[in-house]
């Protein structure tokens, strides 16, 4: 858990609450894109590029099976040329 590790054993108490805050807002983001590809309407803007980064981290540490709509949503982001292209100039 990043989230509290400077806490150390200080921290244990808190992990169920923010482990139950994430799955909450997880959850609900997850929910949102049930039956569409994007966050707002049915073509990208600028709400899908700020909860990008959201969606890849959730991906990353919670796993792909977790939130599939988030899965989803944060591949068809990696797919597109742009991010492409800006992960082959800077690294993933």
């Given at each position: 858990?990043?989230?509290?590790?400077?806490?150390?054993?200080?921290?244990?108490?808190?992990?169920?609450?923010?482990?139950?805050?994430?799955?909450?807002h997880?959850?609900?983001?997850?929910?949102?894109?049930?039956?569409?590809?994007?966050?707002?309407g049915?073509?990208?803007?600028?709400?899908?590029?700020?909860?990008?980064?959201?969606?890849?981290?959730?991906?990353?540490?919670?796993?792909?099976?977790?939130?599939?709509?988030l899965?989803?949503?944060?591949?068809?982001?990696?797919?597109?040329?742009?991010?492409?292209?800006?992960?082959?100039?800077?690294?993933?």
């Open positions: 858990r990043l989230y509290v590790s400077r806490l150390k054993d200080a921290g244990k108490p808190l992990h169920p609450r923010i482990d139950g805050e994430l799955a909450n997880m959850g609900f983001l997850n929910g949102e894109l049930h039956g569409q590809e994007w966050f707002v049915n073509a990208l803007s600028g709400a899908d590029f700020q909860l990008s980064f959201v969606a890849q981290l959730t991906v990353r540490f919670v796993g792909r099976e977790s939130y599939p709509n899965t989803a949503f944060a591949d068809r982001i990696e797919m597109r040329p742009a991010y492409l292209r800006a992960v082959e100039k800077h690294g993933a």
